[in-house]
Each structure stands twice: as C-alpha cells, then as structure tokens.
C-alpha cells in the first residue's frame, strides 16, 4: 500500500520534471529600437536580451538589461542612461505576456498576437503586439514589432526638445530559443 | 520507509513551488553578474574651471567656448568709468578637445589674456560596480600653457591692481622673451568617487612648474590640491563647485594670491553642455589659475567673474552597432 503511495506521489514529480524540458530559453536575444527626429534619428539595439517561452502554456517572459543599448553616438548613449531612462533606479525592462491562439502542432511560421505587460521604468503598461512564430526542428523563432508613446512612460523630454522629439518609438524584436536546461 | 516517503515529499513541496513561480522569476536565475563602469561621475571633461576625471569617447570633438565677464574695482575710492554693456571686461577662451581612444583625450584652447594651453589626458582606472568592484576612478593628467605676450607689451609688471583694469590679466611675469621662459607645465592626479547618482566629489593633487620667474622669491614650483564636487538637481541640471588650495610656500610671495574658487550650474541636453558660474578668476590656463588669483572670492566688483562655458560636442567617427 505505501508502495503504491510511494509511485503515486512519483508520479507527478516525474511529469514535472518532463514539463521543466519544455521551456525554451534565448540568451542573447535582439530588440532595438528606433525615433525618428527631425534632426537626426535615435537608434540603438541590445543583444543580451533574456526570453523563456513556454509553448505548452504559450506564456512568453523578457528581461532587457537597459545598460545594454549600444548607441551609435557616446553621448546619447550617456544621456539614455543618466537622464531618461535612468537605468541606475531602473536597470531593466520586462514582458510578461501570453501569445494568443498559439498553435504548437503547426510547424513553420505563424502570424499571432502577443498580449502582455510591459514595464518600463517601474510603470507597468498592457500591450498588444503582431509577431511571427516560427517552429523548427528543434528550436522557436520570435521576430515581430511594436510602438510605444514615450509618455506612458514619464519619459520627460525638455522643452527645448519636445517638438524634435517623435512621441513613439518603434521596437523591434528577435528571439531565437533553444531547449531550456537548467 | 518513512524516510524515504518524507524525501519524495519534500521534493515534491519544492518542485510544486518551483513551479508556481512566473516565467519572469524564472529569468532572474538567468542573469548573470556584470560589471558595469559608473558613468556620468562628472557631465563634462570639466568640473567647472579645471579638468574633471571624466574624458570624452573615442571619436569625440568637443568644441567649446568660455567666457568671463567682470567690473573693474573701484582704485582708492575711484570710480573708474566704463562704457561698456553689462560688464566693463571680459575674457573669452576657444578651444577643442579630441578624443583619439575611449581613454585618451587632447585638448587646447587659445585665450585672449594671450596665452596658449593644451593638455593630455588619460583614464587609468574608471569606477565600476557588479562583479567587480572598484569604489574610484582615476585619471592622469600632463598640460601646460605658453604666454604669448612678451615683456614689452605687459602693463604695470604684474601689480595685481592694475591687472584686471586691462583686457590682459597677466601676472606672470616670465624673466625674458624665450619660448622656455613663457611657458609653465603641469601635472595632476584626478581622483573621484560617484557616491550615488547625485553625488560626486573629486580630488586633483596638482604639481605645477614654471619656466621662469621675474621676481626671485616666487617659488617655481607649486603643489596645489583642488577639491570639486557636483550634486545632480535634475534630470539635465546638475550643480558644481570647485576650490584649489596652496600652500603658503607654494604661492606667490610678492603678491597676495587666493585659492580660485567656481559654484555653478551645469546644463546639458542633447549635443549641447553648459555651465554657468561664479568664480574669483579671469584667466583659464590651470596652472595660470591656480598659482595667480589675486583676488578672493566675494560680489564686489572687481572680484566677482561671472563665467559662462558652452561645448558643442561632435561625433566624428560613429560605433558600429
């Protein structure tokens, strides 16, 4: 009877373990982004970037280090840092979303919806993004794009600055995940 | 048996609550630890007057322009007349900056007090944090200034009072005309510790030699200390204030001299910084200033300087992303 107890009480514990191996990890995954000024364009693209996908569960989480954005100018580099984002009280920015209709028997590329929230800053922000899914052999291809207004963000911009400045900049992402093991 | 039931309990407590955690918590376990260089100790290659440890990114051109406006002081109860606007003097310096590696930096810069300066500058050690720890940052610094008046053309032979009552404030007075004799070299060690993301302050141990001397009891060699420090007041604002002090050895003997002493604003967005101070000197070569202020600092005219430096900053060459 314990025996019997025993395995029953296994059982689950093994069905965890099987469930762990279906997480998929990008280490060095890409987001950049982009603003358009009137006088020069912002960019800059960070390839550290940390994502887990869960196809089963088709829950999606990021983690982007913001010291990580390399800038092609120094000072805009330095200025991100220190005054706007302010990556010294918030050094990073998460997602934490679900894609929506997922369909984990089809392999190739699907065209869905990513539903989560971002966080920036400390301010939480529900977005809704189109991105493509690829499904491999062995591995998931995430690749797609979104906007976000500057403001939802408290991202102040001076004055002096306001009317070059676009309210939205244009973030663009690409994950490429591998099996997950701790 | 029991035990062994216990285990696979246990396991299964921890498992169950491994997995009641989020994706996101799960990624926290992924980070790893990086050491991250503290950037911004001070906004500009300078604290206000005198060189910060900051130095600027390779492939940087700073120009930049400052200026000094002051009264002349009352001579004996005199009021000398002005007609100028605003103030009745003001010194102007132009100079650039170049930044040939993302730690070596060359400057000069060419004043209307007639003088020529330059310097060059080397990050040694930058502060970080992270995994690997270092609480300071240090910076090596060689310049020296070359005076272009000769002896002729220099008013009043360094009397201290009629030195600000002429567009060229110059008490060095140098032994004769020989590019040796006009020029003075420097060195300093810029020690400096961002305390928090307010709070900076920094110390400049500063060796000073001159050339020569036209009166014998002046010292030609000068230790100076300079202390600085900048307290960020906004997201773009920040302010700064910067004192060098000599020992009574160190300074001129036949003049009184004063530490020079700035407090100011710093102001920067986008390819633009400025700062706006007060200070007790019109002259701009370091070591020029440091050994040569005959006055204190104080809001009579003649001894307040309204200074106002504007740097523009150019990205020559652009990081591949």
């Not at chain 1, 102040?156 to 992402?173: D, E, G």
């Not at chain 2, 955690?21 to 604290?47: H, N, W």
């Not at chain 2, 009579?300 to 106002?308: M, Q, Y």
């Amino acid at each position: 009877m314990r025996k019997h107890l025993c395995l029953l009480l296994l059982l689950p514990l093994l069905m965890g373990f099987a469930k762990k191996g279906d997480k998929f990890i990008a280490r060095n995954g890409k987001v950049s982004f982009f603003s358009y000024v009137s006088a020069e364009n912002i960019k800059a693209s960070n390839n550290q970037v940390l994502s887990l996908f869960e196809p089963n569960t088709n829950k999606l989480a990021v983690s982007i280090l913001m010291r990580a954005f390399q800038f092609e100018k120094s000072l805009m580099q330095e200025h991100f840092n220190d005054s706007y984002i302010e990556s010294d009280i918030y050094p990073k920015a998460t997602f934490e979303g679900t894609v929506l209709n997922f369909d984990d028997d089809f392999s190739g590329t699907q065209t869905k919806i990513i539903k989560g929230n971002f966080t920036l800053r400390g301010i939480t922000v529900p977005i809704k993004m189109k991105a493509d899914i690829t499904k491999t052999y062995k591995n998931y291809i995430i690749n797609g794009e979104t906007d976000l207004n500057i403001k939802d963000f408290k991202i102040n911009v001076p004055q002096i600055l306001a009317n070059r400045i676009s309210q939205t900049v244009k973030v663009s992402f690409n994950f490429k995940y591998d099996r997950y093991e701790k | 048996m029991r035990n062994s039931l216990l285990i696979i309990s246990l396991c299964y407590l921890g498992l169950s609550s491994v997995q009641g955690q989020g994706l996101l918590d799960e990624l926290y376990f992924e980070e790893k630890e990086r050491t991250e260089m503290v950037q911004s100790t001070f906004k500009m290659i300078r604290i206000g007057m005198f060189h910060s440890v900051e130095t600027r990114k390779k492939g940087v051109l700073e120009l930049n322009a400052y200026t000094r406006y002051w009264n002349i002081p009352e001579i004996d109860g005199e009021v000398i007349e002005s007609n100028s606007f605003a103030s009745d003097r003001m010194s102007v310096r132009f100079g650039a900056d170049l930044a040939l590696t993302n730690k070596f930096t060359i400057g000069g810069g060419w004043s209307n007090n007639g003088v020529l300066d330059g310097y060059f500058k080397h990050r040694i050690v930058q502060q970080r944090t992270g995994k690997s720890n270092i609480p300071f940052s240090l910076t090596g610094l060689i310049g020296g200034s070359h005076r272009l008046e000769n002896l002729d053309n220099i008013p009043g032979d360094g009397d201290p009072v009629s030195i600000y009552d002429s567009t060229i404030p110059n008490t060095s007075i140098n032994l004769e005309d020989s590019f040796y004799d006009k020029t003075t070299v420097y060195a300093q060690l810029l020690i400096a510790r961002k305390f928090n993301r307010n709070l900076s302050a920094q110390i400049s141990p500063t060796f000073i030699y001159r050339g020569s001397n036209r009166f014998e009891e002046n010292p030609n060699t000068t230790i100076a200390i300079g202390f600085g420090g900048r307290y960020k007041v906004g997201k773009h604002t920040s302010l700064f204030s910067e004192y060098y002090w000599l020992p009574e050895s160190s300074a001129l003997q036949n003049i009184e001299t004063f530490g020079a002493y700035s407090l100011g604003v710093n102001w920067e967005v986008s390819s633009v910084q400025i700062q706006m101070f007060l200070t007790n000197t019109g002259n701009y070569a370091e070591d020029i200033t440091i050994t040569e202020t005959p006055v204190n600092f104080n809001f009579k005219d003649g001894n307040l300087f309204f200074g106002w430096n504007f740097a523009y900053v150019l990205h020559l060459k652009k990081r591949k992303k």
